[in-house]
């Protein structure tokens, strides 16, 4: 099968892994994939164009920008150059990662009669979803809903059962794994002793996290359980009031540490 695999968003971001984990999943298993991805605003490297390159996905770069965000001129131009290359290249399938590049390859399929458009749905069920996108994802083929909660939200809102797939989120546990034995061990790095478990989270610190729900747990466990350490990977605009003055509310400071934003 011939897939067209699009991610509107150059940044290296939450969906964006697993959506590529998922692509090279079905390359491997014989498909043909070609990925389009957001055009980074500094060229940079360390984004989704990377993380495609480092997958072994074939890219295309019609010039479209594929951002996050919608913008009505921009978003005109995309779809023109999107559009050009599906009726060129005649997918099969296109798989949509995000609401912007649903949108718009909704639109470049419905004038080139492309069989199936599919979307990978990371809602949890419990942020709201507005008229636009419940009107995109009514008239969607496939819908990949990573579980339960998210099939439910989507029923409610009326998207048809028989569209939506309920899977586990595409993770590469194995992969994952390879990269943490091969780098430093983060032991030595933070002093902490072979005893004591250590363990850590990646997020961008945002309000709407629940970030407050990590340090109840820790200073509960810090008064009765074993030994530990958490390494907080990751930064945002909101940091000191979401992470840092908490941390030191609770008096966690002696067992979190703040790694910031790491690259590679």
Not at 144 to 155: I, M, S, V, Y
Request: include cysteine.
């Amino acid at each position: 099968m011939k897939l067209l695999w699009t991610v509107s968003n150059w940044k290296r971001t939450g969906p964006v892994e697993p959506s590529l984990d998922l692509a090279a999943a079905k390359q491997e298993r014989g498909h043909d994939v070609t990925v389009a991805v957001g055009r980074a605003p500094d060229q940079t490297g360390e984004g989704a164009r990377e993380a495609a390159r480092a997958r072994d996905l074939a890219l295309i770069d019609v010039g479209a920008k594929l951002s996050k965000h919608r913008s009505p001129l921009r978003d005109l131009m995309d779809g023109r150059k999107l559009r050009r290359w599906v009726r060129q290249s005649e997918p099969d399938a296109i798989v949509t990662t995000l609401r912007n590049d649903h949108r718009l390859m909704m639109r470049a399929a419905a004038r080139v009669a492309t069989p199936v458009v599919a979307r990978l749905w990371y809602g949890d069920g419990t942020t709201a979803i507005d008229r636009q996108e419940v009107a995109a994802l009514r008239g969607t083929d496939v819908i990949t809903a990573l579980g339960d909660a998210g099939r439910r939200q989507l029923e409610s809102y009326g998207v048809p059962s028989g569209a939506i797939l309920e899977c586990q989120p595409p993770l590469d546990v194995t992969g994952l794994r390879e990269l943490a034995a091969a780098g430093d061990d983060p032991r030595e790095a933070l002093g902490v002793p072979p005893e004591t478990f250590l363990f850590g989270i990646v997020a961008r610190m945002q309000t709407h996290r629940r970030f407050e729900l990590l340090w109840e747990a820790l200073a509960a466990l810090k008064q009765s359980g074993p030994p530990f350490h958490l390494v907080v990977v990751g930064r945002g605009t909101n940091m000191e009031s979401v992470a840092v003055r908490p941390v030191a509310d609770f008096g966690l400071d002696d067992v979190v540490s703040f790694a910031g934003y790491l690259r590679g």
